[in-house]
Nanobody, 122 residues
């Protein structure tokens, strides 16, 4: 069973930046699609960004496109989410997840980290 550990969350002012990291255990990291999702209080978990195993393909939710960048370093078993121009509505717990296939749906991601809180003050 893969273990995913997120880090890098925190409190930031609107307009600021944060970089989230997600370290994965195991030796087959590069074989898997990885995704970032977020969940705000009282709301369902929602898709943020996804990256293919090689890193050659990425896709973003419309609400973050142009502001967030997903990347990965397969040598380090780590996926990143660079978040720029943060808005108050980006406040949520952010989760990384390993996908069973290329997807933006929560149900297609079988392994999840514990989440990291991102709070954007307005």
């Amino acid at each position: 069973q893969v273990q995913l550990v997120e880090s890098g969350g925190g409190l930031v002012q609107a307009g600021g930046s944060l970089r989230l990291s997600c370290a994965a255990s195991g030796r087959t990291f590069s074989s898997y699609t990885m995704g970032w999702f977020r969940q705000a209080p009282g709301k369902e978990r929602e898709f943020v960004a996804v990256i293919s195993g090689s890193g050659g393909s990425t896709y973003y939710a419309g609400s973050v496109k142009g502001r967030f960048t997903i990347s990965r370093d397969n040598a380090k078993n780590t996926v990143y989410l660079q978040m720029n121009s943060l808005k108050h509505e980006d406040t949520a717990v952010y989760y990384c997840a390993r996908g069973v296939q290329w997807s933006t749906y929560v149900a297609d991601f079988g392994s999840w980290g514990q989440g990291t809180q991102v709070t954007v003050s307005s």
